[in-house]
């Protein structure tokens, strides 16, 4: 996280570090004990649990007095329910999503972008399901996956010099993009040429091409993914299913043109 990021949230008191309590939480994927989350925290041992303990009351944790452990909480699922409702595009896209699927046959991605990174908020799987990292809910890097590159590549200038600064740029294969340079160069090409490929670079054996989701106006309100495995199809075939995969992206922005999405 770059340094402007942190002076930010260091203003924002008690709320923010509460905030970020709940993403540490979030970010385990299991119940966490109190020593686990104290080993990582920023915050003294008194404070993490006095933040703990609201965060509890307020239901948007829930402790396990068996097992000792801290969870996400039902108010927490209630709320990220209503923000998937009227803040995600996965409701507008549905109808898209299940169409590209039954005709590519192929696992179908879509994202939208958060701090420089990508959310998965709706996944269709593929006929012959493949073992991959993404699944609704879960963040992914925007630098070296095909939906992130696709949107990054297509913020306006600075917003884009933005996104590129909040990459990590950590090599997950021997083909992940590392240098910001060559980063930006791709994205001047994605931009070209409509769409974007994940040529291994996250995962090993796993490719795709995406196409970007944006608005009449020129916002980018998030990205579309096919993805499949080396195993399956080249990135050649997939080459083949740019014409749907754009239109299908087309049809989404048109459907979403009335929604007030988040900037």
């Known amino acids: ?17 509460a905030l970020d309590v709940l993403d540490t939480v979030a970010g385990y994927g299991r119940p966490v004990r109190f020593g686990e989350l104290l080993e990582g925290s920023p915050h003294p041992k008194a404070t993490l649990y006095r933040l703990l303990q609201t965060l509890t009351n307020q239901g948007m944790l829930a402790y396990d007095e068996s097992s000792h452990t801290y969870s996400l909480g039902l108010r927490l699922v209630r709320l990220a329910h209503v923000a998937w409702q009227h803040s995600s595009l996965a409701p507008v896209a549905r ?8 005709r590519v046959g192929e696992t179908i991605h879509l994202a939208q972008l958060d701090e420089g990174q990508v959310l998965y908020v709706d996944k269709r799987n593929a006929q012959r399901p493949v073992e991959m990292f993404s699944a609704a809910g879960k963040v992914g890097p925007g630098y070296c996956t095909g939906v992130g590159k696709a949107m990054i590549a297509h913020l306006a200038p600075a917003e884009r010099a933005r996104a590129i600064a909040q990459q990590s740029f950590y090599r997950h294969t021997a083909h992940t993009l590392t240098d910001p340079e060559r980063f930006a160069a791709e994205l001047d090409r994605i931009v070209a040429e409509g769409v974007a490929f994940d040529r291994e670079e996250h995962e090993p054996g796993i490719i795709c091409i995406a196409a970007p989701i944006v608005a009449p106006d020129g916002r980018v309100l998030g990205a579309l993914s096919i993805t499949t495995s080396l195993q399956n199809r080249t990135l050649e075939d997939l ?6 995969l754009i239109d299908t992206a087309k049809r989404i922005a048109e459907a979403a043109a009335s929604w007030q999405f988040p900037g």
């Open 1 to 17: 996280m770059n340094s402007h990021v942190n002076e930010m949230r260091a203003r924002d008191g008690t709320v923010g570090k």
């Open 95 to 102: 109808p898209f999503l299940d169409a590209l699927s039954a």
């Open 239 to 244: 080459t083949g299913l740019r014409p749907d």
